[in-house]
């Protein structure tokens, strides 16, 4: 029994050995080597043979099961490296990208379909692959390191089947985001409710159309865990939300879809960002506005910094006449207040799309001007991408093709706007530009008018099916041409809309404030408006008109006018601002409001326009805000990243003013330093809650950085 027992492993020995050297089949070598090896019948193996026989081929089997093991682990190990770039993990489902500490700091889900891992690979710093479970695509990341204390990482998927979307959900939990859009409920940081589908990402009315993005906009977000995203400008850019999940949806799509592929081309779909992590978030702001903000190229006229402009509008809407214009005038005059200019606004021509002064309503505007010259007035006019179809001018477009059009190219497409049904000009269109300039250069030098408010502009009144004389693959470029229009005008020009427009050097409106005192375009929703479109690099703001423009039932006060002590603190509010625009004037009220109006407009003159004109200049090489929130100097200090009640002008100037109701006292935050307050005190420790801090009606509370 002994032979017997021990023969088998040489057998088996013998075996392995005919399999590494005979060629023949698996099967052919089995049979052959145990015709060999086969044990002389008469000698059975007892039961401790057959024990050994079964541990030995146990053992064998898990040997094989190691080393596979082993093999299967090494491989993962060696998949696992190749899908790590820098401090960016990648997986099937998306990515993270941590902190030096080993930290989550950035997460991106990929929602429209899963990578197939076995299809990418690592050249250098680019992954990349070319498979989803949805089929073939072209996916990549790239790490770049601009500079020492920047990371960046370029992102591209491309679907190579048509009409399929391409999604990408970004957490936002953990951390506070900033930019994006003005927003008709303003929130700083932004405040995400709901559940929204992805829509087209364009610039639109929000006064009508409050689920709307704003009028001013950028595909730019920023956190407060030092990170930045921006969407490339080639993406059909469509964003949502989801408040359960604490994500943002980044889409792209052409179907259903405002937005244009290059003409010829297959409609794939492309989503491609750049996501860059910094030290601070105050430092990766700064290396994304030098990096790939526009800039303005001059500052605009510096008595509009100073002096207050005094518009027509909120006092008297369209009845505005020549007789209501001259008193205006002589009134700011006669109550000793100062001026940039007079504007003029809605309805002083004979219809929407003319250019000339209605004679029934301005019987005799060559004198009216002529007064001005003699009060020291310059005047700004009205102005809008509008031509009503009962305009003289409505039939000229048409013949001449200044509009835009309907899909076919054929006749102009009829839009509806809040003063009429007409065409919308064609920016994209040369000749349309010429007509436009040439009526407004003929205004200028006819009455020496001193330049335009740039009214509308936004995408949302195009027709949801168009042409161009340029086919606008982004239909926000359109605000980007009309935005165009006033740079010859800039020095005093005031637009209301923005896209990739921080070029235009002029100044810059947030939409239409209602006079209420909350965030619905209230009181409490400029210093959150103003802070984002700062962050999205548009510097030379006007606040809108102080007290709000006293629209019907969206109006707290009395006989029309906004509630007293909501002016007055709005008009405190704005003598902090870039630059302070009235309407509706101190002296419908009373001789105290008139006394409050006359300290800050001089406070305004002497203490904040020399820092603002200071830092305006700044902004021409740098684009960093004038207006900025608390944490640019606090990056460390989690309390500054969710205040949206104060703000700072530069790093030493901190504003705090009251947004309530029959409040003579609010909480204020200092952050961490040395700071004197405009009653001449000083706290120099920090952080600070100062609570119920003293502000009187004739107030505004405000510190001064001293070290």
Not at 428 to 435: F, L, Q
Not at 629 to 654: C, N, R, V
Request: proline share 6%; aromatic share 14%; hydrophobic share 35%.
């Amino acid at each position: 029994m002994s032979s017997s027992i021990y023969r088998f492993p040489n057998c088996f020995a013998k075996i392995v050995k005919m399999y590494q050297i005979v060629p023949a089949t698996v099967g052919d070598v089995g049979l052959s080597a145990m015709r060999q090896c086969t044990p002389p019948k008469k000698k059975r193996v007892d039961r401790q043979g057959r024990r050994m026989i079964i541990a030995g081929l146990i053992g064998a089997a898990l040997v094989i099961v190691a080393v596979a093991s082993w093999c299967y682990y090494s491989a993962s190990l060696s998949k696992a490296d190749l899908l790590k770039t820098e401090l960016l993990d990648l997986s099937k489902d998306g990515f993270v990208i941590r902190s030096q500490a080993g930290a989550v700091i950035f997460r991106m889900s990929f929602r429209s379909g899963s990578l197939d891992l076995d299809s990418c690979s690592k050249e250098g710093r680019i992954l990349s692959c070319s498979r989803s479970g949805a089929g073939n695509l072209n996916f990549f990341i790239e790490t770049v390191k601009p500079k020492d204390t920047v990371m960046c990482y370029r992102v591209r998927w491309e679907e190579l089947e048509a009409y399929r979307a391409v999604e990408h959900a970004m957490s936002y939990n953990g951390s506070h985001w900033y930019g994006g859009a003005e927003t008709w409920s303003q929130h700083w940081p932004i405040v995400f409710a709901g559940k929204q589908e992805p829509k087209p990402f364009i610039t639109s009315d929000i006064y009508s159309n409050h689920q709307a993005f704003g009028g001013i906009l950028e595909r730019y977000w920023l956190s407060s865990n030092a990170t930045a995203i921006k969407i490339n400008d080639s993406v059909p850019f469509h964003l949502g939300w989801d408040e359960n999940s604490k994500t943002l949806r980044f889409q792209a799509r052409y179907d259903n879809s405002p937005y244009k592929s290059d003409p010829g081309q297959p409609l794939r779909a492309e989503l491609s960002y750049r996501v860059c992590v910094g030290y601070d978030v105050t430092s990766i702001h700064k290396y994304m506005v030098r990096r790939y903000f526009n800039k303005p190229n001059k500052v605009p006229s510096e008595a509009v910094f100073r002096q207050p402009i005094w518009s027509t509008w909120a006092l008297h809407k369209t009845a505005v006449n020549q007789e209501k214009v001259l008193t205006y005038a002589s009134e700011i005059k006669k109550h000793g207040f100062n001026w940039s200019h007079l504007e003029l606004d809605d309805r002083y021509t004979s219809g929407y799309g003319e250019f000339e002064f209605d004679p029934e309503k301005f019987p005799n505007a060559s004198q009216m001007f002529q007064k001005f010259r003699e009060d020291g007035f310059k005047v700004t006019l009205w102005t809008h991408p509008f031509v009503n179809y009962n305009s003289t001018n409505f039939g000229i477009g048409v013949e001449r093709g200044l509009f835009v059009r309907e899909p076919s190219g054929e006749l102009p497409a009829l839009i509806r706007w809040w003063n009429g049904i007409g065409g919308i000009l064609d920016f994209t269109n040369p000749e349309t530009r010429d007509w436009y300039a040439s009526h407004l250069r003929i205004l200028k030098n006819k009455y020496g008018i001193a330049s335009f408010k740039f009214d509308a502009g936004e995408t949302s009144y195009l027709p949801q099916q168009f042409s161009t004389l340029m086919p606008l693959q982004d239909p926000s470029v359109f605000t980007r041409r009309y935005t165009e229009m006033a740079i010859p005008f800039n020095d005093r020009a005031e637009l209301r809309s923005g896209y990739q427009s921080q070029n235009i050097s002029c100044f810059f409106r947030i939409i239409d404030r209602d006079s209420l005192w909350g965030y619905d375009l209230g009181l409490k929703s400029i210093i959150p408006t103003v802070l984002t479109i700062s962050i999205l690099g548009y510097q030379f703001i006007l606040p809108d008109m102080i007290g709000g423009n006293a629209y019907p039932n969206r109006t707290e006060g009395h006989q029309g006018l906004p509630d007293r002590e909501l002016y007055i603190r709005w008009l405190e509010l704005s003598a902090f601002m870039p630059a302070m625009q009235f309407s509706i004037p101190p002296w419908v009220y009373d001789d105290e409001v008139v006394e409050i109006a006359k300290k800050f407009t001089a406070l305004h003159e002497t203490l904040v326009a020399p820092r603002v004109l200071e830092l305006a200049s700044e902004v021409l090489d740098t684009g960093d805000p004038i207006i900025r929130p608390l944490w640019w100097i606090a990056t460390d200090d989690e309390a500054s990243y969710k205040i949206d009640s104060q703000f700072l002008i530069g790093d030493d100037l901190m504003v705090a003013p009251v947004l309530e109701p029959g409040k003579q006292e609010r909480d204020i935050y200092l952050p961490a330093g040395r700071w004197r307050s405009y009653k001449g005190e000083h706290f120099d420790k920090g952080p600070i809650h100062l609570t119920d801090y003293p502000v009187d009606l004739d107030e505004i509370a405000y510190f001064v950085w001293s070290g």
